[in-house]
């Protein structure tokens, strides 16, 4: 009875039962803390894409108003037999603001006409101008023209500014929520697509703005960046990991090129300010300077990439290459380099998008100046898209905001296709 009554010792297979308890409970708490992870990430994620998008998608819509213009050749300052060149520089904004005065005639003070007038964006002339330059017909008959309307009345229209807030808190003042709101029961307001944000270069004007001069920079300067950093990059990865013999020259040549990989880019801007602009006298802000310096910061990603995909390559094929009788360079062109080309491609494609984002070298070269005219050319001043992007976020107007939002959502959907195009090719090589 004695015996009965005393614990049981535990045994050696107990205690290996418990600590497996405890390793497999701190096992699946891991993997909980990875999934938690994994979920923080996406939930931040998913909230700086929807701020991007909630903002940025207002910027593809523009609202344009229906004015009554009389175009009266004593209203325009033109003779009764204008030539093109007078049709050119007639006032056409005269006639706008007449019309406008005409469809508000109880309008009278001039505060209340400057009012009036910033319904209509500063650009109402111009496009005036180009129908008028379309169709010299309208000279002498009153016609209705849609307008473009101010980023100001264009964000009311589109529901960003509550009438119900205090007057002094937004730029839309009572008396222009009013005749937009009478404009828009007549039904002289219109939404359509902003081809503008995609046709036109910079602008002072949030409603004239656009990034057609940024897309062409940023193409003219990528061209440039391939065109430099592909070749070299490849032919020293190929050298390094196939020709380059193995001494103390070669390994600082490698940590040198991992060490650039890690140089802030901002640094390759400073060179490329010193060097290719100040003692070179390369064109300033100008896409042959920006793809010179974002190539120099390609290089590195570009050598190790394609490194770490020769060297994926299976021995065999080397040895089967040499076996028959095939020189080095023979071996290396014919069979390693088509295998490798898969990793090659993706890691110069993913440098070749990290360039396209990057804004701090090119500031630094100048590529942050005011440029509307499209360049038509490497040589002639541009920008390029992220540069833009800094641009208007620095600017005040609340129609630079959504334009800035706008940009971002471009240029990431260019990353997206470049990442999905460099899949693509990988998938498509290795098939073959």
């Known amino acids: 009875m004695n015996n009965m009554s005393k614990p049981r010792s535990a045994t050696p297979t107990d205690a290996i039962r418990a600590s497996l308890k405890k ?33 940025g998608t207002p910027a593809f819509t523009q609202h344009y108003i229906k004015v009554s213009v009389d175009l009266d050749p004593a209203t325009l300052g033109l003779p009764a037999e204008p030539s093109r060149e007078q ?18 005639p109880d309008v009278s003070g001039r505060k209340e006409k400057q009012q009036l007038y910033r319904l209509l964006s500063m650009g109402a002339e111009y496009n005036l101008r180009d129908k008028v330059l379309d169709d010299p017909r309208l000279i002498g008959h009153s016609s209705e023209f849609w307008l473009r309307a101010h980023a100001e009345a264009g964000s009311y229209l589109k529901g960003q500014i509550p009438a119900g807030s205090p007057e002094a808190d937004r730029k839309v003042k009572d008396l222009q929520i009013a005749w ?46 391939f065109l430099i950093a592909f070749p070299i990059g490849v032919s020293a990865a190929v050298y390094l990991e196939e020709f380059a013999p193995r001494n103390r020259l070669t390994d600082l040549i490698e940590i040198n090129i991992n060490n650039l990989a890690a140089v802030p880019s901002i640094v390759f801007g400073l060179l490329g300010l010193a060097v290719f602009i100040n003692f070179f006298e390369l064109p300033r802000s100008a896409p042959l300077v920006g793809g010179i310096v ?11 990439t394609s490194r770490a995909a020769i060297q994926a390559v299976s021995p065999s094929i080397r040895q089967a290459a040499l076996g028959v009788g095939a020189s080095k360079l023979q071996t290396v062109v014919h069979h390693v380099l088509p295998v490798a080309m898969p990793g090659i491609l993706t890691g110069s ?15 630094m070269i100048g590529m942050v100046a005011f440029i ?11 920008t390029v898209l992220p540069v833009q992007i800094f641009l208007w976020a620095d600017s ?35 098939r073959k």
């Open 294 to 304: 974002l190539s120099l910061m390609t290089l590195p990603t570009i050598i190790i």
């Open 396 to 430: 005040p107007e609340r129609g630079f905001t959504e334009k800035t939002s706008a940009a971002i959502m471009v240029l990431m959907g260019f990353l997206i296709l470049m990442n999905a195009f460099a899949i693509f090719l990988r998938r498509r090589f290795e």
């Open 87 to 104: 049709l050119y520089s007639a006032d056409y904004l005269g006639a706008i603001k007449a019309g406008l005065r005409a469809m508000f």
């Open 180 to 225: 937009l709101d009478q404009l828009r029961a007549e039904g002289r307001t219109e939404s359509r697509f902003n081809t503008t944000f995609f046709t036109q270069g910079d602008s002072r004007e949030p409603e004239m703005a656009g990034i057609r001069v940024a897309l062409y920079g940023s193409f003219f300067t990528l061209v440039v960046t």
């Open 349 to 363: 494609i993913i440098g070749m998008a990290q360039a396209l984002g990057e804004s701090a070298p090119l500031l």
């Open 372 to 382: 509307m005219e499209v360049p038509g050319g490497v040589t002639d001043p541009a």
């Open 23 to 55: 390793r497999y409970a701190r096992e699946r708490r891991f993997q909980w803390y990875g999934r938690l992870a994994v979920l923080t990430g996406f939930v931040f994620l998913f909230i700086l894409l929807a701020d991007i998008v909630s903002k």
